[in-house]
């Protein structure tokens, strides 16, 4: 079954630093997309970051980059210069594809305070 | 382009009652989804559609939660008759097959 773990209910960090989120995943699949949501409390889901599992190069966005490992089924977020804005849950998602269905399996996700 | 639109944003209902979420996908996108947020489950997919066709029901939790996709442009979740166990945050999202977009949530509390 393909399950999605983060291990860490709750971080903080201090505005302007760096934090990371850890996110592992397990799947029997080699092709497949990750995906990294933010939730404030206006509960909206924002997309964060997309990684597809062929690709070999880290996706980035802006201050948000992730570390993909394939072989160790390891896709955590790193935030550098952290704002109070980034304050909120994130979920780590995988993409399942499997007999003509897609569903997104999401982990228990991390909340993140940021300390001014 | 607006996003994904739901309402109502709140539903307060009494237990029994029928209550039904309404679903507006980004124009052009071909999936939508049901999902359910809860603290105890986390976010769960209830229902997939594929071309206004349901593909995967196989998360709708029991009779009494039924999903329509009567065109591209809306799609219903309906509960009847509603239960205190089926408050919940339910989002909307549709994809085009990369990305997915969510809507706002709908909180429903039964009481």
């Known amino acids: 079954a393909q399950t999605v773990t983060q291990s860490q209910p709750e971080m903080s960090v201090q505005e302007a630093e760096t934090v990371t989120l850890s996110c592992t995943y397990d799947?029997?699949?080699?092709?497949?997309?990750l995906f990294w949501y933010k939730q404030p409390p206006s509960r909206q889901m924002i997309l964060v970051i997309r990684q597809e599992a062929y690709k070999q190069q880290n996706a980035t966005e802006n201050r948000f980059s992730v570390n993909f490992q394939k072989a160790a089924k390891s896709f955590s977020l790193k935030i550098s210069d952290s704002q109070l804005g980034d304050a909120a849950m994130y979920f780590c998602?995988?993409?399942?594809?499997?007999?003509?269905?897609?569903?997104?399996?999401f982990g228990k996700g991390t909340k993140l305070t940021v300390n001014p | 382009d607006a996003g994904v639109i739901q309402s109502p944003r709140h539903e307060v209902t009494e237990m029994g009652q029928e209550v039904t979420l309404r679903c507006k996908p980004i124009?052009?996108?071909?999936?939508l989804f049901w999902y359910r947020q809860t603290m105890m489950r986390g976010l769960e997919l209830l229902i997939y559609f594929n071309n206004n066709v349901p593909i995967d029901d196989s998360g709708m939790p029991e009779d009494r939660f039924s999903a329509k996709m009567p065109n591209a442009s809306f799609s219903t979740l309906k509960i009847q008759p509603s239960e205190p166990r089926d408050s919940a945050v339910y989002f909307c999202a549709s994809s085009s097959g990369e990305g997915y977009t969510f809507g706002s949530g709908t909180r429903l509390t039964v009481v």
């Open positions: 998602a995988y993409r399942r594809t499997q007999g003509g269905s897609e569903k997104l399996v």
């Open positions: 124009s052009g996108h071909n999936s």
């Open positions: 799947t029997s699949e080699s092709d497949y997309y």
